[in-house]
């Protein structure tokens, strides 16, 4: 397994291809959801990609600093390989994911909106249930709110 984070700057267009492919398998064509992936967000983003011992990327985040997504810093687009579920892959993703959001924005205060079904999953890494379930593209969601300030 090898982990990378990069700034879209530093995404290749094979890596971004990739990301993209991943995102699409599973957020439109498994979920059955048309929505617009590409949301001109992927540039203000950090990219967290965790590859497997073939080179295939198996699960994906990405993070950003706060005044983008929310008044805090965010992470979303998380996603895990359908070949890699069950492997506890997607709570490395997430320890990653947080980590990069202390490293490069230096805090530990991180909202997500969240599949209403995954909200244990996301306790899990420290995120509590603070709205009530909403809509978002046709699925289930609550915003999620993790509070670990740094020390």
């Known amino acids: ?3 990378q ?3 879209f700057n530093e995404l290749s267009a094979a890596e971004l291809y990739e990301v993209l492919y991943l995102r699409n398998l599973v957020f439109v064509m498994e979920q059955n959801c048309v929505y617009l992936d ?5 540039d ?3 990219h967290v990609m965790i590859y497997d011992e073939d080179g295939e990327l198996s699960a994906y985040a990405r993070t950003f600093k706060p005044g983008i997504k929310y008044e805090t810093c965010s992470i979303g687009r998380v996603v895990v390989s359908p070949k890699h579920r069950g492997t506890q892959l997607g709570h490395i993703l997430m320890e990653n994911a947080v980590k990069a959001v202390e490293d490069f924005y230096r805090t ?3 909202t997500i909106s ?3 079904h995954l909200q244990r999953f996301y306790s899990k890494h420290g995120f509590e249930t603070v709205s009530g ?3 978002e593209d046709n699925i289930p969601h609550v ?3 993790r509070k670990k300030e740094l020390i």
Not at 38 to 42: A, C, E, S, V
């Open 108 to 110: 530990g205060i991180i």
């Open 114 to 116: 969240a599949q209403a």
């Open 133 to 135: 379930e909403y809509l």
């Open 5 to 7: 984070i990069k700034s």
């Open 143 to 145: 915003e999620m709110l």
């Open 1 to 3: 397994m090898k982990i």
């Open 38 to 42: 590409t949301d001109r967000n992927d």
């Open 44 to 46: 203000k983003a950090h």
